[in-house]
């Protein structure tokens, strides 16, 4: 099973990312991972929590950390050693070898050690309005520091559409441009992906429920009776959610 990853860039907006939320269905949701929107850092925090949490339970199993993840997380983001005191690990028989972990931790955030061995077999990131080219181009730059391969972070969406050539050069990736109505567009390879249009799947609303973020039209259900205009101009793009 690969881990992937769907972003949102962290700007506000006021519906949910419809293109995500397809890719998000079968056999796209062949994934371990998580539909994430908000700070980056945060996303990289939650990452070396699940990872430090394990080698707590192995270190000391008769703690339940748990009930201590609010702090360790955010020992692990600020080193703030004062942060130990509401941990309780003198309670620990283990408390040299838990301090020297939750340190170490520590040093690989703030030393942005993570970028070295990066988790994510493929990241999809999606783009809104072109007046977010500032966030939307920090979060794909960030992006590349989490993805373990350059050409498995694929970028779509209406800035990716309308600024295709712009993105690439100041991301040095490819976006994809336009709307994922042919078969086979993101995995020609996959024998059971092969075949399927993602325009056409239907949209997985449970992935707005990993995320803090509250969308106003959350609680809407999505349709559409046409796509684009029937009109010609030359200023007009086609893009898609």
Known sequence: ??????????????????????????????????????????????????????????????????????????????????????????????????????YNYADIFKKKLYVKSPKFDRIYVTTLFTFYWKITIETIQFCKKLVKQPDQLFIGGVLASLLHKEVEEATGITPFQGILDKAGILDPDNPIAKDIIIDNLPLDYSILNEIDYDYPTKSAYFTFMTKGCTRKCAFLFSSYS
């Not at 990853?5 to 506000?12: T, V």
């Not at 995500?20 to 949701?29: S, T, V």
């Not at 929107?37 to 192995?58: A, H, P, R, S, Y």
């Not at 050693?81 to 020297?100: F, P």
């Open 1 to 102: 099973m690969k881990n992937i990853l769907l972003i949102e860039p962290n700007y506000a907006n006021k519906y949910p990312p419809i293109g995500l939320m397809k890719i998000a269905i079968p056999p796209y949701a062949w994934r371990q991972g998580a539909f994430f929107k908000g700070d980056l850092k945060d996303l990289v925090i939650d990452e070396l929590w699940q990872d430090c949490l394990q080698d707590l339970i192995f270190i000391d199993p008769s703690v339940n950390w748990n009930v201590k993840q609010a702090t360790i997380k955010k020992f692990i983001k600020t080193k703030n050693s004062q942060l130990l005191n509401d941990l309780n690990l003198e309670t620990s028989k283990a408390e040299i070898l838990v301090l020297g972990k939750l």
